[in-house]
């Protein structure tokens, strides 16, 4: 899937830009500058297609040299990483110095020769908060900025998003799936820097030798490494370390989710590792948080685990349950504690991932969940609503589908809110095997 990047200096109107394309109200609007300090990743669909968006917010900080080098770093991150950048300019403010700066970078990275893969990168001028015609003759000015014509619109009324979507598809590059073959299942190593994802790699590889090829993958920035163990064979995605930018110094942070976002697109399992040392930290919860979005299976090694004084089962416990608080309301997922140096648990990571894998195409006969379900909804039906009681009278399993989907038939399913359905969802996971996988629960008119 294609990744597209928001870019530009503070309060032109990335964060309501975000919102937006992505039909959401993540990312938090403000007139304070520095307000988006942690990155908004999400997804945009027009006429069929989807791409993801991020929205690469400033920091708050006393120093105006500072806060400079801040963008600088995040517009060379975003122009590393993404498929195509969208430049938003305020067209009440005009011209200013930043715009000037971040426009002389975008020119170098559009360029044919401009050091990318592939080519220079597409880039789109787009004039924010132009609310009337008027306006649109204030556009002219960003013309001395060297990047085409700008495209105008109004975030925040949305006047001429649909336009700019429609450029937007047009020169979106496709990504091309050749080379790697479907129906083989794909597990991506995911995490933030330093936590141990290439040492792991490295000890699968450097033990098993059924490696049938590696591939450079759909994307830029993974490589696919076809591999059987356990009898199964799938494709190992590899995320870490495959280029490294030496003329950047990069906020690592956004560069690894950036990263993180195509192999997690692309996978039918994320391995997430954490830091035994560290434990469970914030970088870490964003790219949960992806792999959520995007409804992926999940298995979480805690790597490093050798570097851990107490290793009781109490301590273990606490960690455990400190993870799934975090990552709570889904719970259901295995929880490794593996070393890479060690190799302490390293091919058991692989052997759940694969049963993860399966996890997903677990089928439930619709008698036997009808026979299971109903008495418990019986039991515990959902909270009537001004008056008027709910009746669930059958349930049955959407058939191919990539993640276990199942629907509730109801007499009025408007009124079944989210907490019922997660209760519905907890009684499947108690009674049939689905660790790791998410599930989608529908409720429909009887």
Do not use: H
Request: contains cysteine.
């Amino acid at each position: 899937m294609a990744l597209v990047a928001i870019v530009g200096r503070p309060n032109v109107g990335k964060s309501t830009l975000f919102n937006r394309l992505t039909n959401s109200r993540q990312a938090i609007v403000s007139e304070t500058a520095g307000t988006t300090r942690d990155r908004q990743y999400g997804k945009c669909e027009w006429n069929g297609k989807e791409f993801s968006v991020v929205d690469t917010g400033g920091w708050v900080v006393n120093s105006d040299d500072i806060f400079e080098e801040a963008i600088r770093q995040q517009v060379l991150i975003a122009t590393e990483e993404a498929d195509l950048v969208l430049f938003l300019v305020d067209v009440k403010t005009g011209v200013t110095d930043l715009d000037v700066d971040v426009a002389e970078i975008l020119r170098r990275r559009s360029a044919p020769n401009g050091g990318r893969p592939g080519g220079g990168l597409p880039v789109i001028l787009v004039a924010n908060k132009v609310d009337s015609n008027t306006q649109i003759f204030d556009s002219y000015e960003f013309y001395k900025l060297g990047l085409d014509e700008p495209f105008c619109i109004s975030s925040i009324s949305g006047s001429g998003t649909g336009d700019l979507l429609d450029v937007i598809m047009q020169r979106l590059p496709s990504v091309e799936d050749e080379k790697i073959e479907e129906g083989i299942p794909r597990f991506a190593v995911v995490g933030r820097p330093n936590v141990g994802k290439s040492s792991i790699i490295n000890a699968f590889i450097g033990e098993e030798r059924n490696i049938v090829t590696d591939i450079a993958g759909t994307t830029r920035d993974s490589i696919y490494t076809r591999y059987d163990k356990f009898g199964f064979d799938f494709y190992l995605v590899d995320t870490a370390g495959i280029r490294r930018k030496n003329k950047v110094t990069e906020d690592m942070e956004f560069y690894s989710v950036m990263r993180s976002i195509r192999a997690i697109e692309n996978s039918d399992v994320c391995i997430l590792m954490l830091d035994a040392t560290r434990g469970i930290e914030g970088q870490d919860m964003n790219i949960f948080q992806v792999i959520q979005r995007n409804s992926k299976s999940l298995v979480v090694v805690v790597n490093k685990w050798d570097l851990v004084e107490d290793k009781s089962t109490i301590a273990i416990k606490t960690f455990e349950n400190a993870i799934r608080e975090r990552m709570a309301p889904f719970k259901d997922f295995p929880i490794i504690f593996a070393s890479a140096v060690t190799k302490q648990r390293i091919f058991k990571v692989l052997e759940t991932a694969k049963q993860v894998y399966l996890n997903r195409t677990t089928k439930v006969g619709t008698t036997k969940l009808n026979e299971v379900m109903l008495p418990l909804i019986e039991a515990f039906p959902p909270p009537s609503v001004k008056g008027k009681y709910i009746k669930i009278k059958y349930c049955s399993q959407i058939p191919d589908t990539q993640i276990p989907s199942f629907i509730f038939y109801a007499n009025l399913p408007q009124y079944v809110k989210e907490p019922y359905k997660r209760f519905l969802e907890n009684k499947i996971r108690e009674n049939w095997q689905m660790t790791g996988c998410p599930i989608n629960i529908f409720i429909r008119q009887k």
